[in-house]
């Protein structure tokens, strides 16, 4: 009987010029959405083969030097010398950190436009390096960019409302649904009937289109938990599609018109997808206003000419800091140049640390507001779910940044015993090179299965709801 | 069989039935009469746990209506002012459709085109979509339903309102057929004519009450104009 109900269903859907054109919007926004992230994907893809390309490049070029050096014993300005550790280490040597498209980004670009995927690590203070890429503020949750992301969030509800909005009403309306109701059938298991063949051709066709998206994308699918991320993808779709086909379900039990509940679906969401979203935005930036960039940049301006100012004095509170870097010959330790650096650098990252911190603060006091308000809205869980997945959203570029900070700390472990034992960088080999290291998948999967319980338990009540409000439904009158 | 007892609807205080008892046998043709407003649609559809009593109980087959709603929708086929088919769907396909909800998904093609013959659809309508159906091509499918449910008792509202008298007579004449055959017939009309023709007893309705019943062999046409006309006055 239920086959039955789908093969009707079916037929029906199928003669009805609402499907064909909601399915050729689908498709052509899919087709948009999935070329847009496969093309940033290649874009960020290239920019950190050139990135790579320019340090080897650099590398190669300071090995030739050191070997002419070597070979005609010539003179070179200290400022040059390319086996000085603090040139290496500073302006000559610099590696890149960086964070390559998440596992699944061609799907959802998230918040990876917005976020800056490789640094130029050098001995410079931990600021200076992160400032020289963009960031803004990182929280912005409203989808810029045409990506499937954003087809599923926006575009798949409406879809799916599109098609369900009257899966009632007109049958009412029309007078078929007295005829088939004074069969012996449920009114819910017409409607569930309705609901799955409906479910079936709108998130069977996302999900295919997500697989075309994959095979175009070149994701890896041998990369560690991408199945797991797949699977998961799979079922955020699913719930994210029933939430909005409960919603269509408890609103068709109402009884109420086709225009009545077009008029109430339109509104749910265009309150739940585009103005929840962008109010909490609005919320978290207001309460937690982030300093702005131009007085982070001047805090670090004038902590440099401060500290700079005060170089040698420094350099001695330096060596009470650190007693192993200190040698033997005293007076040179005072004067040498890299080594006032070295101390600089270090205290300017002491006195900006304070607005560093205030900014970072905010942002995770945002963040935590946001993974909180979440729950209100499904465009936002599903958005925040879909870049975990993809490797596109903030939680992989904390762990990034995290790991960057760890390889700075890394590459001044490195470098500064050798600007004070005022040694030479022997091989090129040996300076720190940055791998990055994949988040656990684990983690994520606990993550978007919290996002995905969130949807899911709505979804159910209303179900059940406008499922159980379906005894009472007026047939007639 | 269909059995009312004490029937009763209200709307709002508004009494839209009130404590119909009431039963039809297997081969009875129960016509109910009565002005617009008269509580005929209500008794129908009450019948069909469309809606809720106010109190008092429909059965069919001696089973409740409202206790066991899909039970008793075995037993009985409905045909409205106007059969609504699914438009985009051919007349077969419907038929094929409603069949299978029936609980009748076994027939072939071959058994559901002697349906439509049978009710007296041409070879060529069966394939064709209902959108271009007339109404006199709807109310037979709807016959064609009801005989393809094997139903023992059939509800219908004003079946023959807005046919013209050819299609009227021809549809007169299926429910005859069913009837002959032991199905209990209850319909609701305004076609006084009509009822004397094909009913056995007609019932005389007025603000929600069954205000008379009468065997159609205790008089002629013109008599029960008379009748009907007399209770509409006072
Ligand atoms: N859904 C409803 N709400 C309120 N009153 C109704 C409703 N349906 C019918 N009625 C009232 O019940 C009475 C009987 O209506 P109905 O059974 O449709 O009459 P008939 O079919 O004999 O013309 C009428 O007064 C009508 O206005
Ligand atoms: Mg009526």
């Known amino acids: 009987m239920f086959l039955r109900i789908l093969r009707h269903e079916w037929s029906t859907l199928r003669a009805d010029a609402t499907l064909w054109v909601v399915a050729g919007v689908f498709a052509v926004a899919i087709g948009y959405g999935v070329w847009n992230g496969v093309r940033w994907v290649e874009f960020q893809t290239r920019a950190l083969a050139g990135a790579a390309a320019e340090e080897q490049e650099r590398y190669d070029g300071l090995r030739q030097r050191v070997d002419d050096i070597v070979k005609t014993g010539g003179q070179v300005s200290p400022f040059a010398d390319p086996r000085s550790p603090s040139n290496v280490g500073g302006r000559l040597g610099p590696r890149y950190a960086m964070l390559p498209p998440g596992p699944l980004a061609p799907l959802a670009i998230g918040q990876s436009d917005l976020l800056p995927y490789y640094f130029r690590i050098s001995t410079d203070s931990r600021e200076n390096i992160l400032a020289a890429t963009e960031i803004e503020n990182p929280q912005r949750l409203l989808v810029g960019r045409f990506d499937l992301a954003f087809v599923v969030i926006f575009l798949y509800p409406l879809l799916i409302l599109a098609v369900t909005y009257n899966m009632l009403s007109a049958e009412k309306e029309q007078g078929t649904l007295a005829l088939v109701l004074s069969q012996p059938v449920a009114l819910r298991t017409i409607v569930t009937g309705k609901i799955t063949l409906r479910a079936m051709v709108l998130v069977g066709t996302v999900l295919v289109c997500s697989g075309v998206a994959l095979a175009l994308g070149g994701v890896d699918l041998a990369s560690p938990g991408i199945g797991l991320r797949l699977l998961l993808w799979a079922g955020a779709v699913a719930v994210y599609g029933a939430f909005w086909f409960s919603l269509a379900a408890l609103v068709a039990s109402f009884g109420r018109g086709s225009a009545t509940s077009a008029t109430i679906l339109a509104s749910a969401w265009l309150v739940l997808v585009v103005m929840l979203p962008s109010l909490f935005n609005l919320a978290v930036t207001t309460i937690y206003p982030v300093p702005s960039r131009v007085e982070m940049v001047q805090a670090m301006r004038e902590a440099s000419d401060d500290a700079s100012a005060e170089g040698s004095k420094l350099l001695a509170s330096y060596y009470e800091d650190h007693p192993e870097l200190a040698t033997g010959d005293a007076e040179q330790a005072m004067t040498d140049f890299n080594m006032i650096r070295v101390a600089v650098n270090d205290d300017v990252e002491r006195r900006v640390r304070p607005v560093v911190a205030r900014y970072e603060q905010q942002i995770v006091a945002q963040q935590a507001a946001i993974d909180g308000l979440r729950f209100l809205s499904p465009a936002v869980l599903m958005q925040e779910a879909l870049n975990d997945l993809a490797g596109t959203g903030t939680a992989r570029h904390r762990h990034f940044v995290a790991q960057v900070d760890r390889f700075h700390a890394e590459w001044r472990g490195y470098f500064t015993p050798l600007i004070f034992q005022r040694a030479q960088v022997t091989s090129f080999d040996d300076v720190p090179r940055f791998a990055f290291e994949e988040e656990a998948t684990g983690a994520i999967a606990r993550r978007v299965g919290v996002s995905l319980a969130g949807l899911a338990l709505p979804a159910a009540l209303m179900g059940l709801f406008g499922v159980s409000r379906l005894r009472r439904y007026p047939v007639v009158g | ?234």
């Open chain 2, 1 to 234: 069989m269909l059995e009312a007892t004490n029937l009763t609807k209200h709307y709002n205080g508004v009494t839209a039935l009130d404590s119909l008892t009431l039963t039809v046998e297997p081969g009875e043709v129960f016509c109910l009469l009565g002005a617009n407003g008269a509580g005929k649609t209500t008794t129908i559809n009450l019948f069909l746990n469309f809606i809720a009593p106010t109190s008092g109980t429909a059965a069919i087959n001696g089973i409740d209506v409202v206790q066991q709603p899909l039970e008793t929708k075995k037993y009985v086929a409905y045909i409205p002012e106007t059969v609504m088919l699914y438009r985009n769907l051919t007349g077969l396909e419907n038929l094929e459709y409603f069949a299978a909800l029936a609980g009748r998904p076994d027939y072939t093609r071959d058994q559901l085109l002697g349906f439509f013959q049978e009710v007296g659809l041409a070879g060529d309508a069966a394939d064709r979509r209902v959108g271009t159906y007339s109404k006199g091509m709807r109310q037979k499918v709807g016959i064609a339903i009801a005989i393809a449910k094997g139903a023992r008792s059939l509800l219908l509202d004003e079946p023959t309102s807005g046919l013209d008298p050819k299609a009227s007579n021809e549809f007169s004449d299926l429910l005859k057929r069913m009837s002959d055959s032991g199905v209990a017939v209850l319909m609701a009309t305004h076609d006084l004519f009509r009822a004397k023709e094909s009913g056995t007893r007609v019932g005389i309705m007025k603000h929600g009450t069954l205000v008379a019943v009468h065997g159609t062999d205790e008089f002629g046409h013109a008599d029960l104009e008379r009748l009907y006309l007399q209770y509409m006055h006072d």
